[in-house]
């Protein structure tokens, strides 16, 4: 039978972007994100406009603070677009975001500048401020994902069955992570990462073939759901007596873990490659009886 259907990571979800990115940023256990450091810059670049609007009179006070609001609520619009954008890239599958977050953030900013203008200047600085707000902040930002990516001949209740599988699975390893944060142990926290990965391996593949969900259930919903109370248990742990045995019977479990994550992995991708080999047989042997393939 050839693949038709692909689960897909909703940016929308809060995600996690990774998860939900999407979101809240879906951690990968990869590459830091960047994305606090660009949108916290709006943030700081409204300092400014407040010290103003408290040394203005009333109505114009009223006007700066306004603008700040609009400045603001754009600041947190854009991050969560740069959010919701790194979960759909870090996905072959993704739908685009439902509320496009940095096109309006971008219109708030231009918004925001242009009520500076009106009250601080006049008319033509408010017209000026606002275009060159708006353009400046798409041109900083980006525009958000404007289409559906990976998802030709998706079958939608089979994508939302692994999505959310997966978006649950993710929530375990994020948990993990940042228990793990905790202990300062730079040594298991590598270890976690790597497991972490592992884990992420076979999310990846059941989004590339949700028929895959059956056979990765388990792992992904009772294994890791296991794995992370034993974690957050053991960082409490660590935390109050720094218990070495402990300390060694979680390492020993993560790789337990970490084997059968990789063998059922492998044992997917090997069914997933005999599929195809199956399918360009059956292609071929339609070809030559059409007469197209000698």
Not at 190 to 211: H, N, W, Y
Not at 235 to 262: G, H, I, T, Y
Request: hydrophobic letters at 40%; a positive charge.
């Amino acid at each position: 039978m050839a693949k038709r259907y692909r689960a897909t990571f909703s940016p929308d979800s809060g995600e996690t972007i990774d998860t939900q990115p999407d979101s809240k940023r879906p951690f990968d256990g990869k590459k830091p994100t960047h994305v606090g450091a660009r949108s916290n810059l709006l943030f700081f670049a409204s300092i400014p406009l407040a010290i103003k609007a408290f040394r203005s009179e009333p109505i114009i006070m009223a006007g700066y603070l306004a603008a700040l609001g609009c400045l603001l609520a754009a600041g947190f619009l854009t991050r969560e677009g740069l959010k919701a954008q790194e979960a759909y890239e870090a996905r072959k599958v993704a739908r685009k975001p439902a509320f496009p977050r940095k096109l309006f953030g971008s219109i708030l900013t231009g918004l925001g500048l242009g009520l500076v203008g009106a009250f601080g200047w006049g008319p033509v600085e408010t017209v000026i401020f606002a275009i060159l707000g708006a353009g400046l902040h798409s041109l900083a930002f980006g525009f958000d994902p404007m289409k559906n990516k990976g998802m030709d001949g998706v079958d939608t209740f089979q994508q939302d069955r692994v999505a959310k599988v997966v978006d649950e699975a993710e929530g375990h390893l994020e948990i993990m992570h940042q228990a793990m944060l905790r202990t300062r142990d730079r040594e298991a926290q590598r270890r976690l990462d790597q497991f972490i990965s592992t884990a992420r391996t076979m999310c990846r593949t059941v989004e590339g073939d949700p028929r895959d969900l059956t056979a990765a259930r388990k792992y992904l919903g009772v294994y890791l759901l296991g794995a992370r109370d034993a974690t957050t248990k053991f960082v409490d742990l660590w935390e109050r007596s720094r218990n070495d045995a402990a300390r060694m019977s979680w390492f020993a479990l993560l790789d337990d873990l970490e084997k059968n994550f990789v063998a059922r992995t492998e044992k997917l991708l090997i069914d997933n490659k005999t599929d195809l080999d199956i399918e360009i047989d059956v292609l071929r042997e339609r070809l030559a009886r059409e007469g197209i393939r000698q």
